[in-house]
């Protein structure tokens, strides 16, 4: 049988799929250049049977049907993002045992070495396709489909596998939760090596059978200006482009401000995820786009598990209730569930949520527990509502008794007038246990001690949540997802 997505695609035919800057493209070409790349990968054989292909594609038309024509083909999609550096890269082609590389010409030079060194098949998308179709396999539902690489808080990363079956799951949960529809049309401004910008943006837009509309690198004016035109139903995004969104709206004219504002009224959803929401961002993009921005939770091993409500009351701070075809519960350290208003680590269960960690299985089978996936996040439910606390490892810091979450503490900094941006961790200390550090971003020209930067978190903050190290930086460290990177703002206090 064909997969349900490609069966879905045939239906929408002649309608619009992806808009990028390399043109506008239909559901069936896209049907037409995945079988191509298919017929491609097959060379006379009858079906790639899980073969791991990578590809490193810039956002855009080559990388959807690329994509597709390793699912036709029998393969597993491994993308691999643009902007990692040879080492990172060689580490995921090698790990997921790829068998065959893919990529645009641009990325040649990184990518044909590998390719000689490990002996792999390798694929320019500029190169012609076979123009005869052949027949493609069946796939069925249940076999593995994607690889995407998530770093733990220790060690390399990981390779979560999804099946076509998993993905299914975590489309349809999304599709109705946030209603979406063929009449929709999304900006795609996310990673595409990261579940965010794949289930949810993407493979979302094209089950529903919706235009995508496919920016190659994040840029803000172009984003607003896309925003202006004013056809756009759905917008998600991460804190940090909504952070650079609206630096460019405060430096816009009063007329350029009109209409980036209208554009937004025009919207029926924003989204924000893959990261914490800063309260003041929510309330200043509120201020400018007219949104209350819909916060949800996920992780690339189950997709998405909570969201706020579509048409109901959202809450500042808080990620909603569980998807449909989720369910989620909070349990204590000896695995008991915590009453409401008790913090416990959320775990999860349902069709959405991975097959495994590729090769890896005393991984996986640490991470479950029942048949539940133990996430290793702290959660409390507040009203009806989740509260995300953080990762339990790096999130939550043990200072002198007490456990304090890294993340409250942020939410009540971000409030000082000095500080633009900040990261609180725990770092190792004989006295403490650990010791709560703040990495602090200030604002242009201005400058804080340790002495009166402490009486100010003093009158917000139990005394023992305060921190007793500060270090100011330029920037925070992040990764591709604008993520702050924990590990390494330690070891900027290892280092200090």
């Not at 694929?123 to 027949?135: F, G, K, Q, R």
């Not at 539940?372 to 490892?393: H, K, P, Q």
Request: with cysteine; hydrophobic share 40%; glycine share 6%.
């Amino acid at each position: 049988m064909n997969l349900p997505l490609i069966t879905r695609a045939e239906a929408h035919n002649k309608k619009t799929a992806i808009i990028a800057d390399t043109g506008v493209f239909t559901y069936q070409d896209l049907l037409q250049a995945s079988g191509q790349i298919a017929a491609n990968l097959l060379q006379n054989t009858a079906d790639l049977q899980e073969q791991r292909v990578a590809f490193l594609i810039p956002s855009g038309f080559e990388y959807v049907a690329t994509q597709w024509g390793i699912w036709r083909a029998g393969g597993i999609a491994v993308p691999l993002c643009i902007s990692h550096p040879r080492p990172e890269l060689e580490y995921v082609i090698t790990n997921s045992g790829a068998s065959i590389l893919i990529t645009h010409p641009q990325f040649e030079e990184i990518l044909h070495p590998i390719a000689i060194e490990h002996n792999l098949r390798f694929i320019l998308t500029s190169e012609t396709l076979p123009d005869h179709l052949v027949s493609l396999p069946e796939i069925d539902i249940n076999r593995r489909a994607l690889i995407l690489y998530t770093s733990g808080t220790t060690g390399k990363p990981k390779g979560v596998v999804t099946t076509h079956q998993n993905i299914q799951a975590q489309v349809t949960s999304l599709i109705t939760a946030w209603e979406w529809k063929s009449s929709d049309r999304i900006l795609h401004v996310l990673p595409l090596h990261h579940i965010h910008g794949i289930i949810n943006v993407l493979t979302c837009a094209l089950w529903a059978g919706a235009e995508c509309y496919m920016l190659s690198k994040f840029d803000a004016e172009v984003v607003w200006n896309c925003i202006c035109e004013g056809d756009l139903t759905l917008f998600m995004a991460v804190p940090t482009i909504y952070v650079k969104l609206i630096a460019a709206w405060e430096n816009a004219t009063a007329e350029r401000q009109q209409s980036m504002t209208a554009g937004c009224k025009k919207m029926r959803l924003m989204v924000s995820g893959s990261a914490a929401l800063p309260v003041q961002v929510l309330e200043k993009w509120q201020t400018i786009s007219g949104h209350f921005l819909l916060e949800r939770y996920g992780m690339t091993e189950i997709g998405m598990a909570l969201s706020n409500s579509l048409h109901g009351q959202r809450y500042a701070g808080y990620v909603g209730q569980p998807l449909p075809q989720v369910e989620v519960k909070l349990v204590d350290e000896s695995g008991e569930l915590v009453p409401s208003g008790t913090p416990g680590e959320i775990q999860v269960k349902s069709p959405g949520v991975f097959l495994e960690y590729w090769q890896n299985p005393e991984a996986t089978a640490k991470t479950f527990k029942d048949g539940w996936f133990c996430t290793g996040d702290l959660a409390v439910v507040e009203n009806g509502n989740y509260r995300i606390l953080g990762r339990m490892s790096v999130d939550i810091i043990k200072t002198g008794g007490y456990k304090v979450s890294a993340l409250e503490i942020e939410e009540a900094l971000r409030n000082h007038p000095d500080i633009q941006e900040c990261a609180v961790v725990g770092v190792a200390d004989p006295e403490w246990g650990e010791r709560v550090c703040a990495a602090l971003v200030l604002h242009p020209q201005r400058q804080l001690t340790l002495e009166s930067f402490r009486s100010w978190a003093k009158e917000q903050l139990a005394v023992y949540k305060v921190p007793t190290k500060i270090l100011t930086v330029a920037e925070l460290p992040r990764n591709a997802m604008g993520k702050v990177t924990k590990p390494a703002v330690v070891e900027l206090f290892r280092a200090d």
